[in-house]
């Protein structure tokens, strides 16, 4: 990691390099005098830096209309040295202090100040837990308390992992542009809900490998976070100078930072050239400004020429209402090329005519740009007078700069393929000390991106080619510049840990006809319904008509795969956020974190537990959920479910803050106040009780699903999910008359939905994902795994302490902490698992997996901070059981008799699950043999809306699935083995062209 904490010429300096040490904290780095932390540096363990966000911290409302008794006054002492003191008279609203008391502001009406800064922050508390630190979820957790200024940090650690976080809390308003920075008292109703750093997006290993921040946009977020970040100039000169690299070393990071090279203003200055090469053939300056290579050297003569021309020609070329906000916005080069380009030649050829009069005198043959900018790279006219004066608020240029800020940046061929003259070849970096030596080159070889480089498409527009609203598109579609801030970036992931992903270009443009039908069509909308645990091999004709005869008349997506472990809840979670245990952190229905301080494993339906633990990790659901981007991409979300509570916490996310309704059997406490239980309840009647088969409660939640929650909520994605089969496989068995009487019974709920959706719901553009969560296998014994482990010597507990070395989560799929993280300790667990013939697949967090036989973390994708240090299964066979059916296992759970279901594992029976689509969106009558896994379902759900993919989800939408959509994408199966003496395991993976991740396929012990 590279830090650049450059701030404005000061003396003295702000920044301070010191260390601490303390028993708490051992850090260095740089501080500001006076504060008691390492603001940007490292301890033992972790390294960090930022960049300025430049966040939307603050609003003027017009507060006019306010009551006088609204309004308080005080009187502050403003006490002046060497001068008589100052008081003045401060008035206070609800919505703050009113600014247009200053004689400075020039603002009409009376105008009051909402600002972040104003409300109890703790931004010291959030650095010192960053100073103590010492891996990702600790690192983005200590920010809980952070509010301003809002800054994107950077992480790296001693173990490879890089990170991103947005240290920022910020109100929750509408996205898009505002007309006026003063805006309406009522839209201060905004600011009655607040996201913090852990609502916000964060990146934990991206794909890419590699990091880069420069006060540029970070991320796609759900809600605007600003619309002054700085322009692309830095950020796309990292990645073109470091991704040409082998390898990144600290002599290459030292000479980027030192590099004057502006692409936006070569760019500028090569249309200037292109004009004045016309309308003042041989003039001395145009000359200079055509020979400049774009590069800010201290001994540029040419670069003064660029410079002062283009301040003489701004002031011509636009009024100083205009030009001014723009030169604070860090872009003015971008935005004037823009207006270059789309401007009659003969305006630009008279304001050119201005800048370069004006330019003659100072362009002397000793004049450089040094003279004028002793720093040597700080060009006059964005420094000059003008720059960052006071906003004419009746010429504010609030909309083209936030469309500026919020489009989707053009890709440099885009510009060049444009026009000749957009974008020069930008000139490799030129070190000033050649062959200087500062440290030893960097061992891992890797390259820089932008933060936020991830696919996102760009929507397309239908205009026809004489629309006058075209070219505005097109100049909306750029931005760039340069602004002033903290450079930071990371690079610690060699090359070979780059995996493959998919860029979704613009949606095809439709002839007329078909884009603007005379009868407008429905917006689409999904409907998903799960069938929780419903085996594949039971969709039958004769076991459930309803569903079978659904899914041959739709798509049918045999090779689906669930996340491991394949418990419902991480099932839940990775559905719902399109992340696997790896990037969301639920990584069972229980699961032990020492973090916590409990005593056991951490059950995700025990309501007290979650909420210590959302105290600790900021979200226990650590991606983003997708109620959460529809909400932000102004869509209606509703759900309905039969699972346990903790289901309903899970498929909920934040629903309850963001007002989505959520409905659960469990009652009004467990729902969502939107959902509003109380009223259903009293319109239908009380949840039958739970019973086996679990019939009358999966009847009850269609009937609130049909009848309340979509006519009432009006949503345009809703969740059904049910409870059955899964909870009659578990206690009665997979084959029982039980379990074919629950397949039935939630197969003639969907029948009572295909029947609305025929008569009405196709109608109105709903489609339908009808799916399960997982499959089963059937119970062949019982193995108490505590007992065992203490009969080999472990001590065994139920969490760590002075006499446990193992904390234990029992059951089928078990997980296992380890004091200390201690490798003797894991090793010594690992070959007592290995020679146990009651266990199964062993994966471990272990610096050499090859050695002690086992497959790391990562390669079933749970490599995550509060995974244990070893996840095994009991041994599982694809056997059939004494009922016919493949898939039979042992168990660790008493309350499951023999011969009932479980799931859990890695066996392909409980692994593969349904998954099936039907609507207008979709092909009909047609099976899609690519695998697929859970991790595709928000993408897909959100490509059926005509919504872009989260920036960081790994999976994929199905294109293939789709009536208009791509072929199927190329697949390549990978086979991971691992053994010692005489035990050895498999698991197949299967890569797919577009997903950032493997998808499981089946994985046992094979010997």
């Not at 290993?205 to 970040?229: E, I, M, Q, R």
């Not at 979509?710 to 089969?725: F, G, K, M, Q, T």
Request: aromatic content about 6%; proline content about 9%.
């Amino acid at each position: 990691m590279a830090n650049d904490p450059h701030l404005g010429v000061n003396l003295p300096n702000l920044w301070l390099i010191a260390g601490m040490k303390s028993p708490g904290i051992h850090a260095v780095g740089l501080m500001i005098p006076g504060v008691p932390f390492v603001a940007l540096g490292r301890n033992q363990r972790i390294a960090w830096g930022g960049t300025n966000m430049r966040a939307w911290s603050s609003d003027l409302f017009d507060v006019s209309g306010l009551p006088s008794d609204a309004i308080v006054e005080r009187t502050e002492r403003l006490r002046v040295r060497w001068w008589p003191d100052l008081d003045v008279t401060v008035r206070d609203t609800p919505a703050g202090p009113i600014v247009s008391d200053a004689p400075p502001v020039p603002v009409a009406g009376t105008v009051a100040l909402t600002w972040m800064g104003h409300r109890p922050s703790d931004e010291l508390t959030a650095m010192l837990k960053v100073n103590r630190a010492g891996d990702f979820e600790g690192f983005r957790a200590a920010f809980e308390g952070w509010s301003v200024s809002g800054q994107n940090f950077l992480y790296a650690d001693v173990e490879g992992n890089i990170g991103q976080v947005m240290a920022v809390r910020l109100p929750v308003r509408e996205p898009g542009p505002i007309p006026d920075p003063v805006r309406p008292l009522a839209d201060r109703a905004a600011w009655d809900t607040t996201v913090g750093t852990l609502d916000l997006p964060h990146v934990l290993n991206p794909a890419s490998g590699h990091l880069a921040s420069a006060n540029n946009k970070p991320a796609d977020t759900s809600l605007p976070v600003s619309f002054y970040f700085a322009g692309d100039d830095r950020i796309e000169r990292m990645n073109g100078a470091l991704s040409a690299a082998e390898a990144v070393t600290p002599e290459l990071l030292l000479e980027l930072q030192r590099d004057t090279y502006m692409a936006s203003a070569h760019r500028l200055a090569r249309q200037f050239a292109a004009r004045l090469a016309i309308s003042h053939p041989g003039d001395p300056v145009g000359a200079g400004i055509a020979a400049w290579d774009g590069r800010y050297e201290a001994d540029s003569r040419d670069a003064l020429a660029f410079e002062l021309t283009v301040a003489g020609f701004a002031n011509a070329f636009m009024d100083a209402g205009e030009r001014r906000p723009l030169e604070g916005a860090g872009r003015l080069f971008d935005l004037l090329a823009d207006a270059v380009e789309a401007a009659d030649p003969e305006r630009v050829d008279a304001a050119l005519a201005v800048g370069i009069e004006g330019a003659r005198g100072p362009v002397r043959p000793l004049r450089v740009l040094g003279r004028h900018a002793p720093d040597g790279a700080a060009p006059p006219a964005r420094h000059g007078p003008g720059a960052g004066a006071a906003l004419r608020v009746r010429r504010f240029p609030g909309r083209r700069l936030q469309r500026h800020a919020h489009e989707d940046r053009a890709r440099s061929d885009d510009r060049a393929s444009r026009h000749p003259l957009r974008q020069p070849v930008p000139p490799p970096l030129r070190p000033r000390r050649p062959g200087r030596q500062l440290v030893p080159a960097a061992r891992r070889p890797g390259r820089l991106v932008q933060l936020g480089e991830l696919p996102r498409p760009r929507p397309a527009v239908a205009r026809r080619p004489d629309d006058p609203g075209a070219a505005d598109a097109r100049r909306l579609r750029r931005r760039g510049g340069q602004a002033d801030g903290i450079a930071a970036l990371a690079a610690v992931t060699p090359p070979s840990r780059k995996l493959p992903f998919r860029r979704n270009g613009p949606a095809p443009i439709l002839p007329p006809s078909a884009r603007f039908p005379e009868e407008p069509m429905p917006s689409p909308k999904v409907l998903v319904v799960v069938f929780d645990g419903l085996r594949l091999d039971h969709v039958t004709p004769n076991r459930a008509p309803a569903i079978a005869g659904f899914a041959a008349a739709g798509v049918t997506l045999p090779n689906t795969a669930s996340a491991f472990p394949s418990e419902t809840r991480v099932q839940v979670t990775t559905v719902m956020t399109g992340h696997p245990p790896t990037g969301h952190g639920v990584m069972a229905n229980a699961f032990y974190d020492r973090r916590l301080g409990f005593d056991s494993a951490m059950d995700t339906s025990d309501t007290p537990r979650m909420a210590a633990a959302e105290k600790v990790y900021g979200r226990v659901i650590g991606a983003h959920h997708l109620s959460e981007i529809l909400w932000g991409a102004g869509k209606r979300f509703a759900a309905v479910t039969t699972g346990k509570i903790g289901n309903a916490r899970l498929l909920a996310g934040r629903a309850a803050e963001l007002g989505q309704p959520v409905l659960s059997i469990w009652g009004d406490a467990v729902s969502t106040p939107a959902a509003d239980f109380r009223a259903v309840a009293a319109r239908f009647g009380q949840p039958p009780e739970q019973e086996f088969p679990n019939t009358a409660v999966a009847d009850w939640a269609v009937t609130a699903l049909l009848e309340h929650t979509i006519p009432v909520h009006r949503p345009d994605v809703a969740v059904l999910w049910l409870n059955e089969p899964d909870i009659s496989y578990h206690y009665r068995g997979v084959a029982s008359a039980v379990a074919g009487s629950a397949i039935g019974g939630v197969d003639a709920a969907f029948a009572r939905i295909l029947d609305w959706w025929r008569s009405e719901g196709r109608a109105a553009g709903w489609n339908i994902v009808a799916m399960s969560d997982h499959g089963h296998v059937t119970v062949e014994g019982q193995v108490d795994v505590a007992a065992e482990l203490a009969r080999a010597g472990l001590a065994v507990g139920t969490a760590l302490g002075p006499d446990v070395d193992y904390a234990l989560k029992p059951g089928y799929s078990a997980h296992v902490a380890v004091r200390g993280h201690d490798p003797a300790l894991i090793e010594r667990l690992v070959r007592v698992l290995q020679d146990a013939e009651w266990s199964g697949p062993i994966l471990a967090r272990t610096g050499d997996p090859e050695r002690l036989g086992v497959l790391p973390l990562a390669a079933a994708n749970v490599a995550h901070p509060r995974a244990g240090d070893v996840l095994f299964t009991l041994r599982a066979r694809d056997d059939e059981s004494a009922d016919g059916l493949p898939g039979v296992a042992l168990a660790d759970n008493p309350d499951i008799p023999i011969g009932g279901g479980m799931h859990g594992g890695l066996a392909k029976a409980e692994l593969n699950h349904c998954l099936f689509l039907g609507g207008d969106l979709f092909r009909s009558g047609v099976t899609v043999a690519t695998p697929t896994a859970h991790v595709d379902l928000a993408p897909t759900v959100l490509r059926a809306l005509g919504l872009p993919p989260h920036p960081l989800m790994p999976g994929r939408a199905l294109e293939e699935a789709f009536a208009v959509g791509d072929a199927a994408p190329p697949v390549q199966e990978v086979v991971h083995e691992a053994g010692r003496g005489g035990y050895a395991q498999r698991l197949v993976t299967a890569r797919v062209q577009g997903s950032r991740l493997p998808y499981l396929r089946w994985g046992l012990r094979t010997a």
